[in-house]
């Protein structure tokens, strides 16, 4: 695969195609399987809410993965994206019920770099609270 977008049509500011992730507590189990992240904190509301939490959490790395989806996507080559990282600023709470949670993510064109490479700003939304800080990825463009 190699990256869609050509560096010659970005410009800094450039939106990326918005888009929300649905999370429910089964999305959460097959993630523990398949992460092997097992932690009772994702998945039983007991413990949870013995620890402090307000309920079952997402897992932090599932939510960074559903986040980087929209630059993915965006570029069309996942292996386009050279650097990234985020902050866990607040959890994603995921209620008991068939609805869950939503993570809702933006992304702009921040800065165009050297080797046809740009910096993407994303913002992470759950619950109308941000829930990744400082969330940015390097990306190689055609």
């Not at 921040?110 to 992470?124: E, F, G, I, Q, Y």
């Amino acid at each position: 695969m190699a990256a869609q977008i050509q560096y010659d049509d970005v410009e800094v500011g450039t939106e990326l195609p918005a888009a929300s992730f649905p999370v429910t507590r089964a999305t959460l189990v097959r993630y523990a399987g398949a992460s092997g992240d097992f932690n009772p904190i994702h998945w039983n509301e007991k413990f949870a809410t013995e620890v402090g939490l307000p309920d079952v959490i997402a897992h932090g790395m599932f939510t960074m993965a559903e986040a980087i989806r929209v630059v993915t996507d965006w570029v069309g080559d996942p292996g386009a994206v050279v650097e990234y990282g985020v902050r866990f600023t607040k959890p994603v709470v995921v209620p008991n019920d068939e609805q869950g949670a939503l993570i809702e993510v933006t992304a702009k064109v921040a800065a165009k770099l050297d080797d046809n490479r740009v910096r993407v700003d994303l913002t992470a939304m759950s619950a109308g609270q941000k829930v990744l800080g400082m969330s940015r990825a390097v990306v190689a463009l055609a």
